[in-house]
């Protein structure tokens, strides 16, 4: 069992736990997952890890409230036991096993959207410990549902926001902020060299496809089709140069220009109609 020692409400639907998990918080790379439960007949849910604080032993996971399982972990309290927390999982960002020496000074840009701005915090956390530089673009439908704004602050270079509906920062969408960015006279250097896209998969897509003139390397991470989490089930399946990967083992982040983005939604989109009865059965419990 693993105790929750802080949760904190960042919208009336997204919360943030640390969670006590020792072995890892000790072993944790940026890019990563792990896999929670709740309960004994708890489903396996899989969830980037946030943060992780190797000498308090403490794990921090950002979870929003979509459906049945999200919902039941949503209403667990602090002194309260998450019964499985699995990990650390995946393979971490591929900059991990780039050397200090070529990590120094490299000029990153991370488009985030929605809950994808969680597992963004520790990449940037980690270039800033190695001295790279790092922007951020946080993208959200409107500046109630941001998150973790403040922490990004103390770890980005320049930390840029974007709403749909102009009540904070650029009234728009990512893509169009990251066009502004990228943009460069004839001659003129890269203002980055590497993209980094983590979010909804219709925005990764639309970043991919917004960023493939300016010839500049992307990495977008999978982990919202993934469900078992250990690439047994194959509800991940995804074309990556034209070739079947998984997004859990194989993956979660993988090289944008080569992901099959119309295929990945069609495959997101399956099991929306068991998690509606799964919300349906829900509503009626609580009704009574």
Known sequence: MYKIVEKRELTPVIYKFKVEAPVIAASALPGQFLIIRSGENGERVPLTICDYDKEKSLVTIVIQVIGHSSRKISLLNEGDCITDFAGPLGNPAKYVNWSDADLKGKRFLFIAGGLGIAPVYPQVKYLKSKGAHADVILGAKTASLLIMEEELKEYADNLYICTDDGSKGFKGLVTEKMKSLLKREEGEAP??????????????????????????????????????????????????????????????????YQ??????????????????????????????
Do not use: H, Q, W
Not at 219 to 226: E, P, R, Y
Not at 261 to 276: Q, S
């Open 191 to 256: 203002a980055y060299d590497e993209l980094v896209a983590i979010g909804p998969m219709i925005m990764m897509k639309f970043v991919t496809l917004a960023a493939k003139e300016f010839g500049i390397p992307l990495t977008v991470s999978l982990n919202t089709i993934m469900v078992d989490g250990t690439g047994m089930c194959g509800a991940c399946r995804v074309t990556v140069g034209g070739k079947v990967k998984f997004a859990c083992s194989d993956g979660p982040e993988f090289d944008a």
């Open 259 to 288: 992901v099959d983005f119309d295929e990945a939604l069609r495959r997101l989109g399956m099991y929306k109609e068991f998690e509606a009865a799964a919300n349906a059965r829900d509503t009626a419990a609580s009704a009574k």
